[in-house]
């Protein structure tokens, strides 16, 4: 039997885990857990989209599918239209950071000159700052760009915002539903 994607349900309950995991975790570890979940989280966008069929799931199975790595889904999801471009590329540099981590058979860190500047080109989204004032806002602003002041907490403050992103895409999506039209199939 095909496993399945997680549920948007049980990704939204396995979230905060995920990146407490991340965060007291090697940076290996990190760069792991964090494409595995933003993977999870795009593979229930597209399941969400797509017709409730057994295709689906087999498609979408990690073990084998068609759209079964992240790579392909990322590329998926841009083709029909699920996500912007902004968002596929900073996913397409999450799974070639998990990919140059998976791969090694040293200990790299995020500070890896093949791995850093794939960092450095992640794309966080608008964030709008909520302050009393001008100054505070700029201030609060000031203090969040300071913290993503190395590759790592680039890479894990870009995937809790994708993440987040696909999930609340994944809510808001329609699932389609399957067309006979002009293809009758057998006679009843």
């Keep these: 039997m095909a496993r399945r994607v997680l549920p948007l349900e049980q990704l939204s309950k396995d979230a905060q885990k995920a990146f407490e995991i991340a965060q007291q975790a090697s940076d290996i570890a990190c760069a792991l857990v964090l494409a595995s979940f933003v993977d999870q989280c795009l593979g229930a966008l597209i399941e969400t989209f797509m017709i409730e069929s057994t295709l689906a799931?087999?498609?979408?199975?990690?073990?084998?599918?068609?759209?079964?790595?992240?790579?392909?889904?990322?590329?998926?999801?841009?083709?029909?239209?699920?996500?912007?471009?902004?968002?596929?590329?900073?996913?397409?540099?999450?799974?070639?950071?998990?990919?140059?981590?998976?791969?090694?058979?040293?200990?790299?860190?995020?500070?890896?000159?093949?791995i850093q500047p794939l960092c450095d080109a992640l794309v966080l989204p608008t964030i709008d700052f909520i302050a009393p004032d001008d100054q505070e806002r700029e201030r609060i602003k000031a203090d969040f760009i300071a913290m993503l002041n190395t590759p790592r907490m680039k890479y894990v403050f870009n995937c809790v915002f994708m993440a987040d992103h696909l999930m609340k895409l994944g809510r808001t999506t329609t699932r389609r539903v399957p067309t006979t039209a002009g293809w009758p199939g057998p006679a009843a």
Excluded: C, W
């Design 57 to 114: 799931t087999e498609m979408l199975d990690p073990r084998g599918g068609g759209i079964g790595t992240l790579e392909a889904r990322a590329r998926l999801a841009y083709v029909l239209g699920l996500i912007p471009k902004p968002l596929y590329q900073n996913i397409d540099a999450v799974a070639r950071v998990r990919n140059y981590f998976a791969h090694s058979h040293m200990d790299i860190k995020f500070e890896d000159p093949a």
